[in-house]
């Protein structure tokens, strides 16, 4: 009897590790694993986050708005971080956008700005404006699921595209620019 007793826990394990086995096969047959990421905010506006500026003192009253955005044109938005791999590896992209004459805004998620500041000195700045987001609140309203994350926006403050991930080929680019042209 105490021998069974001894193969219990074991007994516990496998069958949790099944059950695990199981959920994660079904996510991943039912589109909601990993390549699931739902763009709920497409065809809303902009969430309004105070945020400040990566150069200055000055702080937005919306994540888009005069300082920020043309009034009247559409923008592309761009969330990333200097800690980001990925970030690194779209940045071309986004310097292709910015030399297209795509309006660029980003969001510095989570990042200290001096950090911020030494990324974009080294690999070169596509944005228009920095926008901070030290404390990950404008992510939690933009519903990013992590860094990069990019959104088309038309001229009425309207989110029309998202791009979970880096936009790392010219076709990622092409799409970005095709959503941003048709605004």
Not at 161 to 177: C, F, M, N
């Amino acid at each position: 009897m105490t021998r069974w007793m001894a193969l219990l826990p074991i007994i516990a394990l496998v069958a949790l590790g099944g059950f695990l086995a199981f959920q994660m096969n079904r996510m991943a047959n039912s589109g909601q694993g990993a390549e699931y990421r739902p763009a709920a905010l497409v065809g809303k506006p902009v969430p309004e986050t105070v945020l400040p500026l990566l150069e200055g003192a000055a702080v937005s009253d919306k994540m888009l708005d005069a300082k920020t955005a043309a009034v009247g044109k559409p923008v592309v938005l761009n969330v990333f971080a200097s800690w980001c791999a990925p970030c690194r590896l779209e940045h071309p992209q986004l310097m292709a956008l910015k030399a297209q004459g795509v309006k660029v805004i980003g969001i510095a998620y989570k990042d200290d700005p001096a950090k911020t500041r030494a990324f974009l000195d080294e690999l070169g700045d596509p944005f228009d404006v920095v926008l901070v987001d030290r404390e990950g609140r404008a992510g939690l309203d933009l519903g990013i699921s992590g860094v990069p994350e990019t959104f088309v926006i038309d001229a009425y403050g309207t989110i029309q595209h998202k791009a979970s991930g880096p936009i790392i080929t010219d076709q990622d680019r092409a799409e970005l620019v095709a959503a941003f042209q048709k605004r």
